[in-house]
């Protein structure tokens, strides 16, 4: 299994403290993850996308380039990209000029986003959410792999004139993974692109994003693609992880602070059902415990997803210091006995998109 860090950049208060730190405090602790993810061995850092409520990640390809800048060699991804409210040539432009600063280590995480307040603030109806998503990602495809593109669709002026976006993207276009997390459209929509599916595994049961996997590979499978390609990732819960000794000691440190950030989220139709640190632990996706007891969760969840990749969040409420030592220590004491129980070949030699950090094109590396 390949390990992701993930974060959407929330921008709270410590809800037992009180705690919290400046909006350039809390970005620079995000440059500084992933210069640590990059040393400990994480294979990938991935920025989220959200325009609304308390997160400051409105700008992820600022964020993004600025990592690109100072690491080297940890993958970058995007959790996700809310293709739905923004223009394509754009999305193809900025990310394209990602991929360039970090050398083919750029991979796309599109959705239509988890915040509805994002569609007025953009202009557009909330109704269209879906049928946006797969008209601008059908664009954005063409737009990296051809040249001269024409086009003419429902929610963008036409491209008369024959264009090609620049700069183009490091080696070919960089594969594309679809957010999944409450709707059934998303899963299809990868499935019948030939493209991994990132599912969200945050709040619900095990069972509802089961369904969704399910059915994404229903799709995958019957339009005719690659079975050894049918890649999938998962999150990790909301909150973000916690390790100690014990999962009682873990529940007994973190569990004031997951119960009052679920307490404190009300959004009608988007919440947890699990308001206790141990229902969350015992049923829900949260990964708070022993590393012992985290690595076995997270094998269990690989028995019934077969993901091959695992995003972590951390519990950004918590001191800069201890949110860092949760990620050496998962990196230490969870990711070797998980790596060793469920191996994959995402991002090896099988991995046509692997060789785009060499230059080499996924189309081309998939005829070797």
């Known amino acids: 299994m390949k390990f992701q860090v993930l974060d959407i950049i929330p921008h709270l208060n410590n809800p037992v403290t009180g705690e919290g730190v400046s909006t350039a405090e809390r970005l620079e602790q995000v440059l500084e993850t992933a210069r640590r993810a990059e040393e400990l061995g994480y294979d990938s850092f991935s920025i ?15 964020v993004l380039a600025a990592i690109a800048a100072t690491t080297s060699t940890i993958r970058l991804h995007t959790g996700v990209t809310v293709l739905s409210v923004l223009d394509p040539v754009r999305v193809a432009e900025d990310y394209a000029t990602i991929d360039q600063l970090s050398r083919g280590r750029l991979e796309l995480g599109i959705g239509k986003g988890n915040e509805v307040l994002q569609y007025p603030l953009f202009g557009l109806d909330l109704a269209d959410q879906w049928d946006l998503l797969a008209e601008k990602y059908a664009l954005l495809r063409r737009l990296w792999r051809e040249e001269g593109v024409t086009w003419e669709g429902r929610f963008r002026p036409a491209l008369v004139e024959p264009t090609t976006t620049t700069p183009r993207p490091y080696a070919g276009a960089p594969r594309v993974w679809h957010g999944s997390a409450t709707s059934l459209a998303s899963a299809a929509l990868a499935g019948d692109w030939g493209d991994p599916l990132f599912t969200a595994n945050a709040i619900q049961p095990r069972e509802n994003y089961k369904v969704l ?7 995958y499978d019957a339009a005719g693609h690659d079975p050894a390609h049918r890649y999938i990732a998962s999150g990790a819960g909301a909150g973000g992880i916690f390790l100690a000794d014990t999962t009682a000691e873990a529940k007994r440190q973190f569990g004031p602070v997951y119960e009052a950030l679920t307490a404190g989220r009300d959004v009608p139709g988007n919440n ?34 077969g993901h091959a990749l695992q995003a972590i969040s951390l519990p950004t409420t918590l001191p800069f210091g201890q949110q860092l030592e949760v990620l050496e220590r998962f990196a230490a004491e969870v990711i070797p006995a998980v790596r060793a129980a469920a191996p994959t070949t995402l991002w090896e030699a099988e991995d046509p998109f692997a060789a785009r950090v060499h230059g080499v094109p996924a189309a081309l590396a998939a005829t070797r």
């Open 48 to 62: 989220g996308e959200r325009h609304a409520g308390e997160f400051i990640s409105s700008s992820p390809t600022t």
């Open 213 to 219: 996997i399910d059915h994404y590979a229903e799709r």
């Open 272 to 305: 947890s059902p699990f308001r206790s640190i141990d229902h969350a632990v015992a049923e829900g996706p949260s990964l708070v415990g022993s590393p012992e007891d985290v690595a076995a969760k997270i094998l269990e969840y690989h028995a019934l997803y």
